[in-house]
């Protein structure tokens, strides 16, 4: 059984109304309004339960994305006499994909800079490992305190590899302190289209590509109308490719987030942090109940 089923169990379906599009009509629906909008793309339904479903959405100009269609469908369903509206914000929202694909395509070529979630722990044995092997190198990381065992790196993104940016590079490029953070969510942003939620009754699961995962909680400002919540939102960022959450409220779906946060940081090849965190005054802050 995976982290996610252990935590979450089996989602309720919607309730079924005769007036209401099924999933497989409104990603139909969806993909028509997609054509209308964009004429010479290709654009194909890749079918599956409400929280896989997406459409493959490959543009004249050579652009590719895939766009979620559960969150999408639930915004309908919470909702289907805003069925117009809906459609027309999911193409707001793949026009804004398109926009940004072009700027990250020019970027690509030196790298973009995006941030990781990391412990000071890892910090710790890279740093001794660097210093046993080249006793006179100068640190490789760009690394901030974030809360509790937690700190932020940054990273040089490219199609080919991925490598961790170096304070040269980031002087380089003249991004220091609050403006290499700044540009390392804004490069982050970009990817808020392709973020996945799943989950309900308070319990959720944050999903964007087993890379940068973790690193959506620092984006949660940008994404929290997407969540239902008990209390202040806490976080389990147990894993590079594992970002889980309930409320501070909720004590149930409390207890089990912190057991399900020990086992993943403990299990996992990409282990982070087997503490809870909370988003309080616009940051992360270590969560203490």
Same mark, same amino acid.
């Given at each position: /059984? #995976?982290?996610?089923?252990?935590? &979450?169990?089996?989602? %309720?379906?919607?309730?079924? @109304?005769?007036?209401?599009?099924? !999933?497989?009509?409104?990603?139909q629906? &969806?993909?028509?309004?997609?054509?209308?909008?964009? %004429? $010479?793309?290709? =654009?194909? =339904?890749?079918?599956? @339960?409400?929280?896989?479903?997406?459409?493959?959405l490959?543009?004249?100009d050579?652009i590719?994305?895939?766009?979620?269609?559960?969150?999408?469908?639930?915004?309908?369903?919470?909702?289907?006499?805003?069925?117009?509206?809906?459609?027309?914000?999911?193409?707001?929202?793949?026009?804004?994909?398109?926009?940004? *694909? #072009?700027?990250?395509?020019?970027?690509?070529?030196?790298?973009?800079?995006?941030?990781? =979630?990391k412990?000071? @722990?890892?910090?710790?044995?890279?740093?001794?490992?660097?210093?046993?092997?080249?006793?006179?190198?100068a #640190?490789? &990381?760009?690394?901030?305190?974030?809360?509790?065992?937690?700190?932020?790196?940054?990273?040089?993104?490219?199609?080919?590899? /991925?490598?961790?940016?170096?304070?040269?590079? @980031?002087?380089?490029?003249?991004?220091?302190?609050?403006?290499?953070?700044a540009?390392?969510?804004?490069? !982050?942003?970009r990817?808020?289209?392709? *973020? +996945?939620i799943?989950?309900? $009754?308070?319990?959720?699961?944050a999903?964007? $590509?087993?890379?940068?995962?973790?690193? /959506?909680? *620092?984006? &949660?400002?940008?994404w929290?109308e997407?969540?239902s919540?008990?209390?202040?939102?806490v976080?389990?960022?147990?894993?590079?490719?594992?970002?889980? /959450?309930?409320?501070?409220?909720?004590? +149930?779906?409390?207890?089990?987030?912190?057991? =399900?946060?020990?086992?993943?940081?403990?299990?996992?090849?990409?282990?982070l942090?087997?503490?809870?965190f909370?988003?309080? $005054?616009?940051g992360?802050?270590?969560?203490?109940?």
């Amino acid at each position: /059984m #995976s982290f996610f089923s252990k935590l &979450f169990g089996r989602k %309720p379906a919607a309730p079924a @109304a005769a007036q209401v599009l099924d !999933l497989q009509a409104f990603s139909q629906r &969806f993909a028509g309004a997609l054509r209308d909008a964009f %004429p $010479d793309a290709h =654009i194909r =339904i890749h079918p599956g @339960a409400q929280h896989e479903a997406r459409i493959e959405l490959a543009l004249a100009d050579g652009i590719r994305a895939n766009l979620q269609v559960g969150n999408a469908y639930q915004r309908y369903l919470n909702a289907p006499e805003d069925l117009e509206a809906t459609l027309a914000d999911q193409i707001a929202s793949a026009r804004e994909v398109q926009r940004q *694909l #072009s700027a990250e395509d020019a970027q690509a070529g030196e790298g973009v800079v995006l941030p990781v =979630i990391k412990t000071r @722990a890892w910090h710790e044995v890279a740093i001794r490992q660097l210093s046993a092997s080249q006793p006179q190198a100068a #640190s490789p &990381f760009v690394i901030e305190p974030l809360a509790g065992d937690l700190v932020v790196t940054y990273v040089l993104d490219t199609p080919a590899s /991925m490598s961790f940016l170096s304070p040269e590079q @980031a002087a380089q490029r003249e991004l220091h302190g609050p403006a290499l953070r700044a540009h390392a969510l804004d490069n !982050l942003a970009r990817r808020l289209p392709e *973020l +996945e939620i799943k989950g309900g $009754d308070g319990r959720y699961a944050a999903r964007l $590509d087993r890379n940068y995962d973790a690193g /959506m909680a *620092l984006l &949660f400002e940008r994404w929290r109308e997407r969540v239902s919540l008990r209390g202040e939102p806490v976080f389990a960022i147990a894993a590079r490719d594992e970002l889980l /959450m309930c409320g501070s409220d909720d004590g +149930e779906n409390l207890a089990s987030l912190r057991g =399900i946060a020990q086992e993943i940081a403990g299990s996992s090849a990409y282990g982070l942090s087997a503490g809870l965190f909370v988003w309080r $005054d616009g940051g992360l802050r270590a969560f203490e109940d």
